[in-house]
């Protein structure tokens, strides 16, 4: 088998890149409020940014492999779906266990949540459409329409906490009507540093989940192709 160098070097940096910021935010001083649990953002907002790259990922290769019709764009699109809808659920529980100790409770049905929580169900629901449609074009098809459809999530989703009032907390980095960080800039750094290697990550997986796509795909239609030519056989 071919070694894949792109996926293996992909590999390696988002794994460094981890390892880098697991280090940095251990060692990153303690905040004025509360205390070790900033150290959370670390990992929270960079699982909220993949999440956000993922589906607009999804959404970007379904008008692609509408404009050419590639079945490559499709797997893509499939495959940075899974990868949005995994980190999603990240962002969530990692979205608790800071909530418990700062709002006393792990949930609440603020707007920033409450749309969080709708993206399960439209890519969720963009995965099974996957699995009930058997012809793969028109399969595609449709699920390039609700990918690029359900981007509409990400804008939503960011904005929710400056549209309706609740008790999530403002964007900490604001980036739109002029760049702001809201936080000790001592955080700045790593934040940063976690937010690169976590797009690295995507990366990654969305070439390693994309290799896989295609090898599940090529293995489906040699089983496709093996049973039309017995039955042609035998008939």
Request: hydrophobic share 50%.
């Given at each position: 088998m071919k070694r894949d160098v792109t996926t293996t070097v992909l590999g390696a940096a988002s794994l460094l890149g981890l390892a880098v910021v697991l280090g940095l935010s251990l060692t990153s001083p303690l905040d004025v409020n509360q205390g070790s649990l900033v150290r959370l953002m670390f990992v929270h907002v960079p699982e909220a940014w993949l999440s956000y790259l993922a589906y607009g990922g999804t959404g970007l290769f379904g008008l692609l492999y509408l404009i050419q019709r590639r079945r490559h764009w499709d797997r893509l699109a499939m495959a940075s779906g899974e990868i949005g809808l995994l980190f999603t659920l990240a962002t969530i529980v990692g979205g608790m266990l800071w909530a418990k100790p700062t709002w006393g409770t792990y949930w609440v049905w603020d707007a920033r949540l409450t749309t969080t929580a709708l993206s399960l169900v439209v890519y969720g629901?963009?995965?099974?459409?996957?699995?009930?449609?058997?012809?793969?074009?028109r399969r595609a098809r449709v699920s390039a329409v609700v990918g690029i459809v359900g981007t509409l999530y990400v804008p939503v989703n960011y904005m929710a906490v400056e549209w309706w009032r609740g008790v999530h907390q403002t964007q900490t980095l604001k980036l739109l009507g002029g760049v702001r960080w809201d936080a000790a800039p001592v955080y700045l750094p790593t934040l940063l540093l976690s937010v690169a290697s976590f797009t690295v990550l995507y990366f990654f997986l969305l070439r390693l989940r994309g290799i896989l796509a295609a090898r599940e795909e090529a293995r489906e239609e040699r089983e496709l192709t093996g049973v039309t030519g017995l039955e042609v056989a035998r008939g």
């Amino acid at each position: 088998m071919k070694r894949d160098v792109t996926t293996t070097v992909l590999g390696a940096a988002s794994l460094l890149g981890l390892a880098v910021v697991l280090g940095l935010s251990l060692t990153s001083p303690l905040d004025v409020n509360q205390g070790s649990l900033v150290r959370l953002m670390f990992v929270h907002v960079p699982e909220a940014w993949l999440s956000y790259l993922a589906y607009g990922g999804t959404g970007l290769f379904g008008l692609l492999y509408l404009i050419q019709r590639r079945r490559h764009w499709d797997r893509l699109a499939m495959a940075s779906g899974e990868i949005g809808l995994l980190f999603t659920l990240a962002t969530i529980v990692g979205g608790m266990l800071w909530a418990k100790p700062t709002w006393g409770t792990y949930w609440v049905w603020d707007a920033r949540l409450t749309t969080t929580a709708l993206s399960l169900v439209v890519y969720g629901g963009y995965l099974l459409i996957r699995s009930l449609i058997d012809d793969p074009e028109r399969r595609a098809r449709v699920s390039a329409v609700v990918g690029i459809v359900g981007t509409l999530y990400v804008p939503v989703n960011y904005m929710a906490v400056e549209w309706w009032r609740g008790v999530h907390q403002t964007q900490t980095l604001k980036l739109l009507g002029g760049v702001r960080w809201d936080a000790a800039p001592v955080y700045l750094p790593t934040l940063l540093l976690s937010v690169a290697s976590f797009t690295v990550l995507y990366f990654f997986l969305l070439r390693l989940r994309g290799i896989l796509a295609a090898r599940e795909e090529a293995r489906e239609e040699r089983e496709l192709t093996g049973v039309t030519g017995l039955e042609v056989a035998r008939g």
